[in-house]
Nanobody, 117 residues
């Protein structure tokens, strides 16, 4: 069955770094655009970063530009989110999602990122 499994979250001090991973299985990963979303307590889920199926194009929310980098390895069916210079306002549950036109999106279960001193 389809699975997206996020990992790499945790507690980090402001200014620190984390690398999130999202391992996919059960579908043709290389045919899907991948997105990272986050949802902070009391806030709506927001898209953080997007990478096309080949990895040739990426986009970022203004709030993370220059600090976060999305990448993917289609040989490993995995998408990554490198997060640097983390701020307390980056605290949220981070989700990966696989999207493709005309198909139902797939979602992971989320991983908690907490930025606090």
């Amino acid at each position: 069955q389809v699975q997206l499994v996020e990992s790499g979250g945790g507690l980090v001090q402001p200014g620190g770094s984390l690398r999130l991973s999202c391992a996919a299985s059960g579908f043709t990963f290389s045919s899907y655009t991948m997105r990272w979303y986050r949802q902070a307590p009391g806030k709506e889920r927001e898209v953080v970063a997007v990478i096309t199926s080949t990895g040739g194009s990426t986009n970022y929310a203004d709030s993370v530009k220059g600090r976060f980098t999305i990448s993917r390895d289609n040989a490993k069916d995995t998408v990554y989110l490198q997060m640097n210079s983390l701020k307390p306002e980056d605290t949220a549950v981070y989700y990966c999602a696989a999207v493709r036109g005309g198909y139902t999106p797939y979602w992971g279960q989320g991983t908690q990122v907490t930025v606090s001193s």
